[in-house]
């Protein structure tokens, strides 16, 4: 749940800003389809993300209801920097996952992208580069959409906090609609439970 409520939002900005939409139904396909690779320091877990297509939209604001299907490996791609051909069989075995979870015919409508983390953060910028580049020509040679090269970096810590800020209001929010007494109680405890006595 926690990564879906991170990726997702990430996911969708991204496409938002940087792509031209179109209509899907033109495919024939009432289903639109998203990777996402999260490179932690432990390992890669890669996402498939499907919703109900909207017209004139590349992604549809995603319900946290909807599939989502998800394979991991290990060790996390910071292990690689000396052994480049390793990363490129580790990536493709995650690539395969998801050709094989979207249809043949949305390979090429379906955006491919990568976030990594503090793992890659830790290691010396030269082997960032090396990694980061053979992951974005992977990108690029394989059927699934990948539009530009920030949709594979290195995601900072500052928008780490600033996404784990964006789920803290997010589980606010999904509290709120379960049970909106127990969200305020939650919120300022002292002077709610003053007024209700």
């Given at each position: 749940?926690?990564i879906f409520l991170v ?93 094989e979870n ?96």
């Open positions: 749940m926690i990726i997702a939002p990430a996911l969708s900005y991204l496409i938002d800003q940087h792509y031209q939409p179109f209509n899907w139904f033109q495919y024939g396909d009432t289903v639109c389809y998203g990777v996402m690779f999260d490179a932690g320091s432990s390992g890669t877990r890669v996402y498939v993300y499907s919703w109900s297509c909207r017209e004139n939209k590349t992604m549809a604001y995603i319900n946290i209801t909807e599939k989502t299907l998800e394979y991991k490996v290990e060790p996390g791609i910071d292990s690689f920097g000396k052994d480049l051909d390793s990363l490129k069989s580790y990536i493709n075995d995650l690539i395969q996952f998801a050709y979207v249809p043949y015919t949305m390979h090429k409508y379906t955006p491919i992208m990568l976030a990594a983390t503090a793992g890659m953060r830790m290691i010396p910028t030269y082997y960032q580069i090396q990694i980061i580049s053979t992951i974005r020509d992977i990108f690029r040679q394989s059927k699934f959409l990948f539009h530009r090269d920030d949709w594979c970096r290195i995601i900072t810590g500052q928008e780490e906090v600033n996404w784990e800020q964006r789920i803290m209001n997010m589980h606010q929010l999904l509290i709120w609609e379960e049970d909106p007494l127990n969200w305020l109680l939650s919120l300022n405890p002292p002077q709610i439970r003053a007024k209700q006595i």
